[in-house]
């Protein structure tokens, strides 16, 4: 019966494509050795479940800047090199906005802010948001993301999202977000936002503003 929900050799390919995929698939079938072959597979899709709200959960949320040489963005406490815009905060979701992370998503983005505006000593007053980790996203993910809006226009500050992806773009549109937000394409946009609202026309280094020590 084990055979028969899944061969051997198909479980070793998993394993080299995905360790943990791997280990779902084996433990789905050791439990065909004790239990009903549906209640086997039944285990395996409640353990895959949990381990992708475990993932959604873990999410981060960190701060990137743009390589002066690379020309994209990359996480700043990983590379110290990269700069930033003044007044102007860039984070990067790592995950698709969901029911089991949207909430602390939200509250990461906010607490991002927060840090950005003590380390400068001036209030922020742009944040983007690099969506190229959001897969998807689901009604709590809409609704998390529309209370940031309110809080971003409370705080005065403008919202911008790029490498926003269409299931994401088509669910915020239902919403009537998209009439809030800029929707911005690559770095030379992003640049171009900046300036335009910082009313500075060169990004600076980050190490001369001490975020290179952010984690």
Avoid at 41 to 57: D, H, K, P, R, Y
Avoid at 131 to 146: H, L, M, R, Y
Wanted: net charge neutral; with cysteine; proline share 4%.
């Amino acid at each position: 019966s084990v055979l028969s929900i899944a061969r051997p050799r198909d479980i070793t390919h998993l394993f080299t494509v995905s360790k943990m995929d791997g280990s779902i698939a084996l433990l789905t079938c050791a439990a065909t050795l004790l239990l009903q072959p549906q209640d086997a597979v039944l285990i395996g899709a409640l353990v895959a479940l949990l381990v992708f709200v475990g993932s959604a959960m873990a999410a981060e949320v960190p701060e990137v800047g743009l390589h002066p040489e690379w020309q994209t963005l990359l996480r700043a406490d990983k590379h110290p090199e990269v700069m930033r815009f003044p007044r102007a905060l860039i984070v990067r979701v790592d995950y698709s906005l969901v029911y089991a992370n949207a909430d602390r998503v939200i509250e990461e983005i906010l607490c991002r802010i927060d840090e950005r505006a003590i380390l400068d000593g001036k209030p922020i007053r742009t944040l983007i948001c690099s969506c190229s980790g959001v897969n998807t996203t689901d009604a709590s993910g809409v609704e998390a993301f529309e209370f940031l809006l309110h809080e971003l226009e409370r705080r005065q500050i403008r919202l911008a999202t790029v490498y926003l992806k269409f299931p994401v773009h088509a669910a915020f549109e239902r919403a009537g977000l998209l009439r809030r937000i800029t929707t911005l394409h690559n770095i030379e946009e992003i640049r171009a936002y900046c300036a335009r609202f910082a009313h500075l026309d060169h990004p600076h280094s980050m190490v001369a503003g001490g975020l290179s020590e952010m984690r």
